[in-house]
């Protein structure tokens, strides 16, 4: 199993970035995806979600708006686009893939975000 982030990097405050997970090893359709994140000194916390079809999708308080989860199941891969982007959104994103009592996580991917 593997779920590999790209897409992080240095964007200046106000800036856009697209976050991508690509999955492998498994059925990737037939688990529920989300993003979380941990900044310098914080806690792991979860970003957004979206079910295995993609009819649903939660994100939490501070993302919604600005934040838009997605997936591609013929690619197996899970996206993050993130616009209008704060300094206190630098943390290391990981991606998680989730069915039952199976939940893998990436290596996660950096985004920086300077003012």
């Known amino acids: 199993v593997q779920l590999v982030e790209s897409g992080g990097g240095l964007v200046q405050f106000g800036g856009s970035l697209r976050l991508s997970c690509a999955a492998s090893?498994?059925?990737?359709?037939?688990?529920?995806m989300s993003w979380y994140r941990q900044g310098p000194g914080k806690e792991r916390e979860l970003v957004a979600s979206?079910?295995?079809?993609?009819?649903?999708?939660y994100y939490a308080d501070s993302m919604k708006g600005r934040f838009t989860i997605s997936r591609d199941n013929l690619k197996n891969t899970l996206y993050l686009q993130m616009k209008s982007l704060k300094p206190e959104d630098t943390a290391m994103y990981y991606c998680n893939a989730r069915a039952g009592t199976h939940a893998y996580w990436g290596q996660g991917t950096q985004v920086t975000v300077f003012s």
């Open positions: 090893g498994f059925t990737f359709s037939t688990y529920d």
């Open positions: 979206i079910t295995r079809d993609g009819s649903f999708a």
